[in-house]
């Protein structure tokens, strides 16, 4: 059966500031905006690569953001895996559990074949 797969890349929702630092309320907002645009389609899943990202995200930045699942289900409903570079899997994986639960199919991968074949399962 096929899929509808949305890749997001960080490019697309990571913001810094006029003087370089990371922005994490702009970013947030940003994110927000991209979920909520394929809000409306009927049926596809997500992959967030977040491997040319350069901003560090604190514990409570994660939680915020995974918190975002909660507050608006029809945005983050469907399953979601975010791609990152090995040395930030442990992030990617706060994330995912924090957005987990919260009851959100989310999972945090290294592969990018991983992840697609998550997606597609």
């Not at 309320?25 to 909520?36: C, D, M, S, Y």
């Not at 791609?83 to 959100?104: H, K, Q, V, Y």
Request: include cysteine.
């Amino acid at each position: 059966m096929p899929t509808d797969i949305r890749i997001v890349r960080s490019a697309d929702f990571v913001k810094v500031t006029a003087q370089g630092e990371f922005d994490f309320a702009a970013t947030r907002r940003a994110l927000l905006e991209v979920a909520f645009s394929a809000a409306s389609l009927s049926k596809y899943v997500v992959l967030v690569d977040t491997r040319e990202a350069h901003a560090l995200l604190t514990d409570v930045q994660l939680w915020t953001l995974a918190k975002e699942v909660q507050d608006h289900p029809a945005a983050f409903g469907r399953k979601t895996a975010i791609l990152c570079r090995p040395e930030r899997i442990d992030s990617a994986e706060f994330f995912a559990l924090c957005a987990e639960n919260r009851g959100a199919a989310v999972q945090a991968f290294t592969s990018f074949e991983k992840a697609m074949n998550w997606l597609t399962e």
